[in-house]
């Protein structure tokens, strides 16, 4: 059997899912974590102040009061100015009509479209952190006060209805004044429009249930149509 020092194979996938054991020397494939502070840290190193437990950089609360009283184009103008050409996207729907920006600090996730070596690699490495449920559910128990979820669905809209009335709900309690960005699809729209102190961004609805995804990252570097939002940006979203 062939060397694979930092992969995985159709081969190992075979061995799991037929029931036996697959036997493995240490690999670096196999040392990925969800949501790892180190890794957090090293993508984020030009941050110097305070930080979450799981490494994302915490901008102040008065920073993100400061936010919501400007328009878009002076949040654009100061990523601007330092050079970050790659921070907007427009063309989303929402959830509420309201004057109000949505700002927080972004929690991201970053999903492909299904094959099964991925998905048992990423469901195993899950379980061995105590992760349970659906991929988006490990996201959102992650949430603290003003994040944002922010999520690459690949533009997914059957079969990619990322957030429903139920996820919605957990995201407004757990959040506050917070909500999502959803580069996919989200369905149970006349419900989450009943739901005050969120707005979910999104670029499509359909009414099927989530399927046929796999979660490739959580908390690492998310690309939603042509910017890059990295975990505890800020993000600044509003209806244009």
């Given amino acids: 059997m062939t060397w694979h020092k930092a992969g995985m194979t159709e081969r190992i996938a075979n061995i799991c899912l037929s029931g036996a054991v697959c036997l493995s020397e240490r690999t670096e494939y196999l040392d990925r974590e969800f949501n790892n502070y180190e890794d957090i840290v090293q993508m984020t190193p030009l941050w110097k102040g305070d930080r979450f437990p799981d490494g994302r950089p ?54 492909v479209p299904i094959r099964e070596d991925l998905e048992i690699a990423m469901m195993r490495q899950a379980k061995s952190q105590g992760m349970k ?80 995804i796999c979660l490739t990252g959580f908390n690492s570097p998310c690309r939603i149509g042509h910017a890059t939002c990295l975990p505890g940006d800020v993000v600044y979203a509003c209806e244009c």
């Avoid at 609360?61 to 002076?74: G, K």
């Avoid at 100015?81 to 509420?96: A, E, P, R, S």
């Avoid at 757990?174 to 102190?197: E, P």
Wanted: proline share 2%; charged share 25%.
């Fill in 133 to 212: 449920g659906m991929y988006n559910q490990w996201v959102v128990d992650s949430l603290v006060e003003d994040d944002v979820f922010v999520a690459d669905l690949f533009d997914k809209t059957e079969y990619g209805t990322l957030v429903g009335g139920n996820l919605a709900t957990v995201i407004r309690q757990k959040t506050k004044r917070g909500g999502a960005v959803v580069w996919g699809s989200i369905r149970d729209v006349q419900q989450i429009r009943d739901i005050d102190d969120i707005n979910i961004f999104y670029r499509g609805f359909h009414p099927s249930p989530i399927r046929d």
């Fill in 58 to 111: 915490r901008v102040a609360d008065s920073v993100l009061a400061r936010l919501r009283s400007m328009s878009i184009e002076e949040v654009w103008r100061l990523a601007w100015m330092k050079l970050n050409n790659y921070q907007f996207q427009g063309d989303f729907k929402c959830t509420h009509s309201t004057m109000k920006p949505t700002v927080g600090r972004a929690v991201t996730a970053t999903f």
